[in-house]
């Protein structure tokens, strides 16, 4: 069985705050970032591993079976656990059977508790048995998510004891841990040395970490279930209960809310969708609502917020998140942009996109045509967009500044300013310096949005209008150019056949090209650039087009953008599709079944109900990346809902 589930599918519990517990199918732990608690100090930022992992075995009068799965270096894999595991299943939340030689079964759970940085573990019997005891011994570290951990002096062991609970507070700095559970503890503090994070490896990154036990729980499991919980000392006083009786009624309690509470979320990509809100309580950004980027290692970013909105609150119907997340950002705008990030420890907001502040107009437009938008955040959100392309218009950071043309000029050496974003140490891979396709899709739309209500926007529309018309068009290759005027040099182009074009025709409320050009655009893209997990980023053939994915972070960062596909853009594409094959019910069964059916198939092949944030290039496209993606699932979301729906399922949802 567990040849069949692979190490590289993973799961995710996520608790609303930016903090979650993660691991893979196997059991065994492949990335620094898999843990039961992972925590944020700073919601969604300031992410903190608390507890790694755990050790779990079942002493019988047959002898002991392990119930868990370590990997050490060099490659060493220890603990039975694999050989006992009999299923997996991610829904409604991660559990494991497990079959020992004689028959006896055991249903292992974890779920985490939204909104309270908890995660529960239980154990349950499911055949009679007499004699069987549980063991559990959890792994500490208290370390930042992106680093790893090794053994020091000064980790303190020490352990409060009450009845019911266990504290430690291995690091006066770091919060501290707290087990709730209905069994006893012994104290036994012990180092385990040399765990190996084989994804991390496999990377190029620094991938063996030592962890603490400080001891060990034990349950008789033929009396009844057991529980574990583990929360932050700034959570515990949630959970806490006076007997091991009142503290299982506890958690019974919670499952049921939370099993309701998933059944009313609907399909299993709205149950997806909701990881990516959190609530934000940081001091340094907007309060409110968020979107993380990604698990398990990005935090809340501009462009990919804006991107992911209209699939995670807009086409489900989740107008006051929207409407939150859009107010608040609203309020950052400087010198005409919106930042990009929000750094985990408190520095300043970075500004370093051009296509963030636009992608926030896109969100903006759909927004406000629905009811939930109220005359006074109309005009909140129009000044905002207002002041965006006033700050464009009269130029701003890294040369971005409206030319003449009517289009948007962007760019300074070192500087990566579009979505393609990848640097190696100072070269910029792909640096997209000058009139950047996309970034003009997205600047004649946001033009577009604003002439509605103010009409001195009008005359520069137009004039970009035509000047896009007059200058991208690419009469070689039957399709657009990437950049023009690139290295802000007059007449000077990009030819190299990428993706970006497709936001001329598609993904965007205003296409730039209709008819026959806008058919050539669709067809050459499908033909080079289609795969079933999405978009590549280049065409294969084309200089620096890179097959894989894979290697050191320079080689990985070197090949980001040259050929790996990218989920996201699937929605613009599919959307395109539809504008220049017809609209109709024929049309949109085809495109369900030819673009959306292979990319819900990939839902089950890395972050279990989930879009990885890219894949390889070449067949057979293996995920890549950050397996649980906002901006993939979003684009999923938005063409299952919006692009691919009946007319009037689209009209009920604007």
Not at 46 to 69: E, H, I, K, M, Y
Not at 172 to 190: F, I, K, Q, W
């Amino acid at each position: 069985m567990a040849g069949d589930l692979g190490t590289e599918r993973e799961w995710l519990e996520a608790d609303g705050l930016g903090g979650y517990a993660s691991g893979t199918a196997a059991l065994v732990r492949t990335r620094r970032y898999h843990a039961l608690l992972l925590a944020a100090a700073t919601p969604p930022t300031g992410r903190q591993v608390l507890a790694n992992g755990c050790d779990a075995w079942l002493q019988t009068p047959q002898g002991r079976f392990d119930l868990s799965a370590q990997a050490y270096a060099p490659g060493v894999v220890t603990g039975s656990g694999l050989q006992q595991l009999e299923s997996f299943e991610p829904a409604p939340w991660p559990t494991w059977i497990f079959r020992l030689p004689d028959g006896t079964r055991v249903r292992h759970d974890v779920f985490v508790v939204p909104g309270q940085a908890l995660t529960c573990m239980s154990w349950k019997l499911l055949t009679p048995g007499v004699g069987l005891h549980l063991f559990v011994r959890p792994f500490l570290s208290g370390r930042d998510h992106h680093a790893l951990h090794k053994c020091n002096p000064a980790f303190r062991f020490d352990a409060d004891e009450a009845p019911g609970q266990v504290a430690w507070q291995p690091y006066a700095d770091v919060d501290g841990v707290v087990a709730l559970g209905n069994g006893r503890y012994r104290h036994d503090p012990l180092w385990y040395y040399n765990f190996r994070y084989e994804a991390e490896r496999a990377r190029g990154l620094d991938c063996d970490e030592d962890l603490a036990a400080p001891g060990v729980f034990d349950w008789l499991l033929d009396v009844g279930e057991a529980v574990l919980m583990l929360t932050t000392k700034a959570h515990a006083a949630e959970a806490t209960a006076s007997t091991a009786a009142a503290l299982a009624a506890w958690v019974e309690r919670r499952r049921a809310a939370e099993r309701a509470r998933r059944q009313q979320l609907g399909s299993g990509l709205d149950a997806a969708a909701e990881v990516y809100l959190v609530q934000r309580r940081s001091t340094a950004a907007p309060g409110g609502k968020s979107v993380i980027a990604g698990y398990p290692w990005f935090a809340d970013w501009g462009r990919d917020t804006f991107i992911a909105l209209r699939g995670l609150c807009l086409a489900r119907g989740r107008l006051d998140d929207a409407r939150a997340i859009l107010l608040a950002w609203a309020a950052t705008v400087s010198e005409g942009m919106l930042p990009n990030r929000f750094a985990d420890r408190g520095d300043a907001p970075e500004f370093n996109s051009v296509d963030a502040s636009l992608w926030f107009a896109v969100a903006v437009r759909e927004f406000v045509r629905s009811a939930a938008a109220s005359p006074a955040d109309t005009q909140t959100l129009r000044d905002a967009v207002e002041a965006i392309l006033g700050g464009y218009s009269r130029g701003t950071r890294y040369g971005i500044r409206a030319d003449t043309d009517g289009l948007l000029a962007c760019g300074e050496p070192g500087v990566q300013l579009t979505w393609m974003d990848a640097q190696v140490g100072d070269r910029v891979v792909t640096p997209r310096i000058g009139k950047p396709v996309e970034v003009q899709a997205l600047w004649l739309n946001a033009l577009d949005f604003a002439s509605s209500w103010q009409p001195r926007w009008r005359d520069v529309l137009a004039t970009g209008l035509a000047s896009f018309d007059a200058k991208f068009w690419n009469a070689q290759r039957g399709c657009l150019f990437d950049v023009v005027d690139a290295d802000h040099e007059p007449g000077r182009h990009d030819a190299a056949l990428r993706p970006n074009q497709i936001f001329a025709v598609g993904g965007l409320p205003l296409p730039l090209l209709r008819g026959v050009r806008a058919r050539q655009v669709v067809d050459v893209v499908q033909q080079h650039l289609w795969t079933p997990a999405g978009l590549r980023s280049l065409a294969p053939g084309e200089a620096g087009y890179a097959p894989r994915y894979e290697g050191d972070v320079r080689a990985r960062d070197a090949s980001y953008h040259q050929g790996t596909v990218w989920p996201w853009l699937a929605g613009a594409f599919v959307e395109a599709w539809l504008r220049t094959h017809g609209d109709d019910a024929a049309a949109r069964q085809t495109a369900r079944e030819r673009f959306l059916a292979p990319l819900l198939a990939r839902l089950q092949i890395a972050g279990l109900g989930h879009l990885s944030e890219i894949a390889d290039g070449d067949a057979p496209h293996t995920a890549r990346g950050c397996p649980f993606q906002a901006w993939s699932m979003a684009e999923l979301l938005r063409l299952d809902r919006v692009v691919l729906a009946t007319p009037n399922r689209r009209k009920a949802r604007t």
